[in-house]
């Protein structure tokens, strides 16, 4: 009376799944399969079904998952998920109750998270953390609210109070932009191309315009407009 038990062919537990992953009823008296792969439960008090098969995931507070998500992303096959009270990664393994845990002792608001240079760089409230397999390390105090990077260029572009460039060597340092943008920064995205002369960034804005557009040339010389 415990819900039920998925395995695989090894034997091995796959999920779990039970009153407290959402089942109605605990006490399962019949499972069938039906045609899209499906499960149909027989339950104590009802029938529940289960999606099985789909694409789709769906995870709630009781999942570990705390505060507003603010931003996904999977890294190295792990899912990590920023929240407003801190970054929180899935748990490998059988799929139990709380598969997700809080990582890396990060207990700001995360809002932005990207990959650059194959680590996981993670915007916060008050610091902007580079994530590797061997841990966080801080990359620079200040508010990020939007993060984007440039592999062309090596540019990791974070927009909270204005716009922050750091440009990639042995490690990632602040260059000093040619004109200083101040405006509160929300979002960030590119332009990429092949063999690229230049790079195209637009930032949306909170107040001052709608957006921002700013030229990136290969001599880190920039121009910036705003519309």
């Not at 909270?160 to 943008?181: D, N, P």
């Amino acid at each position: 009376r415990n819900g039920i038990i998925l395995i695989n062919t090894n034997g091995d537990i796959v999920t779990i799944i039970n009153k407290e992953t959402g089942l109605l009823d605990n006490d399962v008296k019949q499972v069938i399969a039906d045609k899209n792969r499906n499960l149909w439960l027989a339950l104590q008090n009802g029938i529940s079904t289960i999606e099985y098969s789909s694409p789709i995931s769906f995870y709630t507070e009781n999942s570990g998952i705390k505060g507003s998500v603010q931003c996904v992303r999977r890294y190295k096959g792990l899912l990590y998920v920023g929240t407003t009270t801190g970054l929180y990664v899935k748990n490998k393994g059988p799929r139990s109750v709380i598969q997700f845990t809080k990582v890396f002792n990060i207990s700001d608001p995360v809002n932005s998270l990207i990959e650059a240079d194959d680590n996981l760089f993670a915007g916060t409230d008050a610091v902007i953390f580079e994530i590797s397999s061997k841990g966080s390390a801080k990359v620079y105090n200040e508010r990020s609210s939007a993060l984007y990077y440039s592999p062309a260029y090596k540019l990791l572009l974070s927009g909270g109070s204005g716009i922050s460039v750091f440009q990639k060597s042995s490690t990632f340092r602040k260059i000093k932009l040619y004109e200083e943008i101040t405006s509160d920064i929300l979002s960030i995205t590119g332009i990429e191309q092949q063999n690229p002369d230049s790079c195209v960034i637009w930032a949306g804005s909170r107040f001052n315009g709608v957006a921002i557009r700013l030229v990136f040339y290969k001599n880190l010389r920039s121009t910036i407009d705003q519309y």
